[in-house]
Structures are given as structure tokens and as C-alpha cells.
């Protein structure tokens, strides 16, 4: 072979390289991306629950209008769901319960920057409304 043919083989495989790495890195950022939005779906879910407990008569099970019964334990997320733990990640009640107020919070399981902590996310629910931060991406 040729210096020229070699040095196009080289090139080639340099290329392709190149392109494989950018690929992983692109699907990386996609699984990031798509477990976060699984996270918010699945908060607003839990959100939506929480404001039915909240609507609900004391004597069906419910706050009777109030979020005082979501403490920021396993029992208080019994009230919820029984599974605060699933693929896309593990949910918390991160601030009691108050007549007015709860806060939740949602772990993913990718990093999506780098930066060594899963993507988090925290809904703040009342009444009427809900409040989404995204702490981490």
C-alpha cells in the first residue's frame, strides 16, 4: 500500500472514532434528559395525590382539607403511593406536611451534568396549585 492509502485508512478510522464517541455521549444525554422528565411526571402524579388526599373527608382516609397526615416519613408516603421507589427513581415527602403545604421531592437515576449527583427534583403542592424546581440536572 501506498503512504496515501494509509494515511485515508488512518483518517477513517480517526473518523469513525470520533463519531462513536459522540454518539454514546448524545444517548447519555438523552437517558439524563428522559429520566428527568420521568421524574417530574411521576412528581406531578404524586402532586395530583397528594391534593386528592388533601380534598378527601377524614373519615374516607383523607386530610379533610388539610396535608397535616403527609409527614415526611414511609407512613406518610403510605398515604400516596406504596411504591415511593421505582426505575425512574426513589420520592420523599421532603417537608411535612402543614394545614396548607407539602413539599415533595424526586431522585432520578442518571446525572445528567457530570457533577456526581442523580438529577433532583422538588414540588411544592397546595390546594389549588403546584410549584416544580429542578435542583439538579
Known sequence: MGQQQLLLIVLSVIIVGIAVVVGINMFNDQAASSNLDAVTAD???LASRAQQHFRRPLAMGGGGGSFVLLAASAAGMEFLTT???NENGAYTISTAGSATSVTLT???TEDGDG????CTATIQVWADSIDMTISTR
Do not use: A, K, M, S
Open 43 to 45: 412528581l406531578i402524579n
Open 83 to 85: 411504591q415511593p421507589t
Open 106 to 108: 424526586g431522585v432520578g
Open 115 to 118: 457533577d456526581g449527583t442523580n
